[in-house]
Nanobody
Framework: QVQLVESGGGLVQAGGSLRLSCAATGRAFSSYAMGWFRQPPGKERAFVAQISQSGAITVYADSVKGRFTISRDNAKNTVYLQMNSLKPEDTAVYYC????????????WGQGTQVTVSS
């Protein structure tokens, strides 16, 4: 099983960009589909984006399409979330997650990284 550690969060002005990273330790990173989720203050955690094991297939929440890009580097055991044109409503704790196949539970989570977008 992998362990996940997010980094790259911070404070940014509206319209700015951030790149989040999620480093995985453990075996067989390339066998896991990876996802990003976020939890705004006082709200439920919500899906942001996911990427298949090879990186060929990506899926995005409607709220981030065209602004966020998920990618992965299996040689570095890392998944990224490039966030552009950030809005105050993107403020949240961002989590990466892993699962071993489509339709299976996201059963491994990182500790989260805070992203704050000021207006």
């Amino acid at each position: 099983q992998v362990q996940l550690v997010e980094s790259g969060g911070g404070l940014v002005q509206a319209g700015g960009s951030l790149r989040l990273s999620c480093a995985a330790t453990g075996r067989a990173f390339s066998s896991y589909a990876m996802g990003w989720f976020r939890q705004p203050p006082g709200k439920e955690r919500a899906f942001v984006a996911q990427i298949s094991q090879s990186g060929a297939i990506t899926v995005y929440a409607d709220s981030v399409k065209g602004r966020f890009t998920i990618s992965r580097d299996n040689a570095k055991n890392t998944v990224y979330l490039q966030m552009n044109s950030l809005k105050p409503e993107d403020t949240a704790v961002y989590y990466c997650a892993a699962r071993t196949g489509v339709g299976l539970a996201w059963n491994t989570w990182g500790q989260g990284t805070q992203v704050t977008v000021s207006s």
